[in-house]
Nanobody, 125 residues
């Protein structure tokens, strides 16, 4: 069982930065890939970034490449999403997720079996 709690969301002007954190409980965090997804109002939940269990490999959706960075600290059971050069279209509820055991990393929501409650990110123009 893995419980995930996101924090760090808020209101920021376009061009600004935010750092999201996702604190995990449970003994299997360090053996699971982790991902960040986001859902804008009226839209489906979309993949943002993923990181392998070791942190050696990362994967991003095209729209955030060069602006967002996913990282993890297995000693602290925490995964981060550093978001720079934010745009109004980044406005969404951001969710972290823990991948199913054996998943190296994935952009598909069905590969994740634990989800946080989400944190709101609002970027004003």
């Amino acid at each position: 069982q893995v419980q995930l709690v996101e924090s760090g969301g808020g209101l920021v002007q376009a061009g600004g930065s935010l750092r999201l954190s996702c604190a995990a409980s449970g003994r299997t965090f360090s053996t699971r890939a982790m991902g960040w997804f986001r859902q804008a109002p009226g839209k489906e939940r979309d993949f943002v970034a993923a990181i392998s269990w070791s942190g050696d490999n990362t994967y991003y959706t095209n729209s955030v490449k060069g602006r967002f960075t996913i990282s993890r600290d297995n000693a602290k059971n925490t995964v981060y999403l550093q978001m720079n050069s934010l745009k109004p279209e980044d406005t969404a509820v951001y969710y972290c997720a823990a991948a199913k055991r054996g998943t190296y990393y994935s952009s598909y929501s069905y590969d994740y079996d634990y989800w946080g409650q989400g944190t709101q990110v609002t970027v004003s123009s």
